[in-house]
């Protein structure tokens, strides 16, 4: 059943506010930093922490924030990712630390991995402590995140390999923000800067869990399905759009109106049955660990539908609501660039492929392969 908090009028109205100002951030340099005010004071940047929720509660409430706002729901499932890989890999004195930091101050977390030739190393240099030298691309939230989760290359002489750290950025020197590497399509306001943390130095607490734990399956991968959440939240806004946008016109009656919006509304349709299916199934599976590859499997059979179903709903948005639907300030335009680059995630070919392996693999019926 649906979180009772995810379900309130209260939050209801909060999404339609968030909704309602998007087009204000939709710039390259204006983070939406009074969408996240909004979602602190009704407790939702902490509800991972404080009640129980089931996957599939998790992704619904991660689709309705990215149908109110594609770049608020790309921060906040950042936020929510960080979390988890706290909850999976720190101690409990950290987990401590972090969680106050969330529900005492309601500071903003994220995980930023992606880098390019010049990434992050992760030196040391004595007495617990550590310098970080390099940089991060595609820092979605930049210096509006207060603790960002790191990753780089540990280059200790007792332990080396991919390290992930939380940055307490109000105790380190100031962190150099690239703000012209954004010059994106769409997702504007999730400012995703280039970051350069050379010089930053932590201690041995500000390190998470150990060389490679980032990587770990089922969780990475796995975790494709929230990010596939908020996209299906963009499809449903266009939808909503469409909808909106025909009936002020008065065009709701017309027949090949109808035949778009019944198709686009199955198509979202099915996308919530994916998502309640891999919610469902990830917390069932997690209870045994040997399913960790049909955990990662199914999530990748998730990440491609609702990808595709995106794909197929925005060509049938775009006739519903021809040339003059297409033009600002009404939030198509927007929601459409929004969707278009959000949908371009690191490796759908190879994701598509690991989904074959795993079939090709199986030594059972197809008809037994997810249950």
């Not at 390099?134 to 280059?155: D, H, Y």
């Not at 130095?201 to 494709?224: C, H, N, R, T, V």
């Amino acid at each position: 059943m649906p979180s009772m908090l995810v379900e309130s009028d209260k939050i209801t109205g909060l999404l339609q506010k968030i909704a309602e100002t998007a087009s204000q951030t939709d710039d390259d340099k204006t983070f939406p930093k009074e969408s996240f005010n909004w979602l602190a004071n009704a407790g939702l940047l902490g509800i991972t922490l404080t009640e129980p929720l089931g996957t599939d509660q998790l992704l619904q409430m991660l689709k309705q924030i990215g149908a109110a706002n594609l770049a608020v729901g790309r921060v906040y499932e950042g936020h929510i990712n960080a979390l988890n890989l706290i909850d999976l890999y720190a101690t409990s004195e950290q987990k401590g630390v972090w969680k106050a930091d969330v529900i005492e101050h309601s500071r903003l977390f994220s995980v930023w991995n992606t880098q390019a030739a010049d990434g992050v190393k992760i030196h040391v240099i004595g007495n617990g402590r550590y310098r970080l030298e390099g940089c991060k691309t595609f820092c979605s939230g930049a210096n509006w995140i207060q603790r960002p989760l790191v990753t780089g290359e540990l280059m200790g002489a007792d332990r080396r390999g991919w390290q992930m750290c939380i940055i307490p950025t109000e105790r380190v020197k100031a962190i150099p923000q690239d703000d012209q590497f954004w010059q994106p399509l769409g997702m504007r306001a999730s400012v995703s800067y280039k970051l350069d943390f050379t010089g930053v130095e932590l201690d041995e607490s500000d390190l998470l869990g150990q060389p490679g734990d980032y990587y770990k399956q089922p969780y990475f991968s796995g975790g494709a399905i929230r990010f596939a959440a908020v996209q299906l939240g963009g499809a449903e806004a266009l939808v909503e759009a469409v909808r909106a946008y025909l009936d002020s016109l008065k065009r709701t009656d017309d027949a090949f109106q109808r035949m778009r919006l019944a198709e686009m509304t199955w198509l979202v349709e099915s996308g919530n049955h994916w998502l309640n299916a891999a919610g469902t199934k990830t917390d069932q599976w997690l209870n045994d660990r040997k399913e960790t590859d049909k955990i990662v499997t199914y999530a990748n059979m998730a990440r491609t539908a609702i990808e595709e179903i995106c794909l197929r709903v925005m060509p049938l948005a775009e006739r519903s609501v021809g040339a003059r639907g297409l033009m600002r300030p009404l939030p198509f335009e927007r929601i459409h660039r929004d969707l278009t680059f959000y949908l371009r995630q690191p490796a759908p070919d190879a994701t598509v492929l690991d989904i074959g392996r795993y079939v090709a693999e199986s030594q059972v019926s197809v008809h037994e392969l997810w249950r």
